[in-house]
């Protein structure tokens, strides 16, 4: 069964649908005890932990790494939005995490403002340098079947292959 590990896992929203398509959840890791709690209790191994101190050389290998930093400051809704120290020191132990991580796919989830900051530059600078092909999109999850529109910054990349393209399922075009 393939694998995955999540960053900034939140709720674990990421793991509902990745284990919905028959993935297995290693671990993830959270800042906040609440909402790890959540995930918790859906049955994910989301632990409370920041992730600029996760050793991620000792972690069991895993197929896929997802992360998803916190978007408040790419938000539009946020009136004071810009990059701050904490974004660059999240975007770093991503960094970390992807040149440890020996699998072959690796995903980010984020507001699409977040293209923007230098972080994510950084997170896209290291994925090439561990030989990943990158593609990201500004998605809206009610094209693929999501009952509310939700439009995203998705990141896709995968080790020595190129990127599958995406097939929105639920719009007019689509594949439905």
């Known amino acids: ?7 900034c896992s939140g709720g674990e929203l990421f793991g509902v649908g990745a284990r919905a398509a028959d993935w297995q959840h290693l671990d993830g890791y ?3 005890a609440p909402i790890a709690a959540v995930a918790c209790l859906n049955g994910f191994d989301v632990r409370v932990a920041d992730v600029c101190q996760v050793d991620y ?7 896929h790494l997802h992360a ?3 978007c408040k400051s790419a938000s539009q809704a946020n009136t004071q939005a810009g990059e701050t120290d904490g974004d660059r020191a999240v975007a770093a132990a991503i960094c970390w995490a992807i040149a440890a991580h020996q699998g072959r ?7 699409w403002q977040y293209r923007n900051f230098v972080s ?34 998705i990141l896709r990349a995968v080790r020595g ?10 719009r ?3 594949d439905m």
Do not use: W
């Open 1 to 7: 069964m393939r694998t995955f590990r999540t960053l």
């Open 30 to 32: 959270e800042l906040e």
């Open 105 to 111: 796919t690796f995903s980010l989830e984020n507001v």
């Open 120 to 153: 994510f530059a950084r997170i896209l600078s290291a994925l090439h340098a561990c030989g990943f092909t990158v593609d990201y999109r500004h998605i809206n999850s009610a094209d693929f079947g999501v009952p509310q529109t939700r439009k995203r910054l």
């Open 57 to 63: 050389e000792t972690l069991a290998p895993a197929d």
């Open 68 to 70: 998803s930093p916190n």
């Open 172 to 174: 007019k075009g689509g």
């Open 161 to 170: 292959a190129r990127v599958p393209p995406l097939h929105p399922t639920h």
